[in-house]
């Protein structure tokens, strides 16, 4: 189990602003042009974010971009898995697959790493900390971590726009999946 923390620990170089925003619920992405930190206060307990995160075949299930998801490879502490994702951003429609090595360490750390897919490289990591218990109760904080490229030539702004939409809306929708699976669990 990861040891717990104090958010304005994990969030001392950050602005009263950044903070607020976070406690109040709001995604946070931090970061541009293909290197991003997305931050999100989960209102549940570690085993439940981690159970989420590596529900890599149910992803579709309860995230609405994922078309399909399935695991290619699987051994201990790690999964190969193949996504498909679809996202229209106005009149746009884009596709995507990707085929990611996901290394899982102690149910607090998966780092990724794109292995073949419609972008020129992507590597990142999904980092869970539990809050020490008198600050809030079964909160933990997610952050992701992500460096993605991809050739766009004169469409590179719009990438950069629908990367960053995805990268929120991905994490909104898992936090909503965590608190639906913690609400289910203490019935």
């Known amino acids: 189990m990861p040891a717990t923390a104090t958010l304005d620990a994990l969030t001392v170089d950050w602005s009263a602003t950044h903070r607020q925003r976070l406690q109040q619920g709001d995604v946070l992405l931090l970061g541009q042009e293909g290197s991003y930190e997305v931050w ?12 989420v995160l590596t529900d890599y075949e149910a992803f579709p ?50 780092d990724y790493r794109l292995v073949k897919g419609n972008l020129d490289a992507m590597t990142g990591s999904w980092r869970v900390t539990p809050l020490q218990a008198e600050e809030a109760p079964h909160r933990s904080l997610l952050v ?44």
């Open 40 to 51: 999100s206060l989960v209102p549940t307990p570690v085993e439940v974010v981690w159970t």
């Open 61 to 110: 299930e309860f995230l609405p971009s994922v078309v399909s998801c399935r695991v290619l490879e699987r051994e201990p502490g790690r999964t190969v898995v193949e996504r498909r994702d679809r996202r229209k951003i106005g009149f746009m429609p884009i596709k995507v697959r990707i085929v990611t090595e996901n290394l899982e360490t102690s149910g607090d750390r998966i």
């Open 144 to 187: 992701q971590t992500i460096q993605a490229r991809a050739s766009m030539g004169p469409l590179q702004s719009y990438f950069f726009e629908v990367f960053e939409k995805g990268l929120t809306d991905t994490m909104a929708d898992l936090r909503r999946e965590m608190t639906r699976r913690h609400g289910t669990q203490g019935s």
